[in-house]
């Protein structure tokens, strides 16, 4: 498991929804396949193709949350709220 890098993932409240935005390729060969949000004892998954954009909007308030997001290549990103 890897922590997704400062400044490289956005993630946050807006318009009381939850946003989480991720600078990736998202090309036939390299692209991030899902987004996960895990909190309030629940998994919302938006699942990615290669050509889509990489912004996720779950209709949740979330409380501690943890985001993770599978790449195809490099695996499993993980951050956790601090």
């Known amino acids: ?6 400044g ?3 993630a946050g409240l ?3 929804t939850w946003l989480c935005h991720r600078r990736h390729p998202m090309e036939d060969k390299h692209y991030i396949e899902w987004i996960e ?10 699942f990615l193709n ?3 954009g990489t912004e996720v909007i779950f ?3 979330p409380e501690k949350f943890v985001v993770r997001e599978y790449c195809n290549i490099h695996g ?3 951050a956790e709220e601090e």
């Open 1 to 6: 498991r890897k922590r997704l890098p400062r």
């Open 8 to 10: 490289g993932a956005r």
């Open 14 to 16: 807006r318009s009381g």
């Open 37 to 46: 949000l895990i909190t309030n004892g629940k998994v919302y998954r938006k």
């Open 50 to 52: 290669p050509g889509e």
């Open 59 to 61: 209709e949740i308030k």
């Open 76 to 78: 499993l990103w993980t």
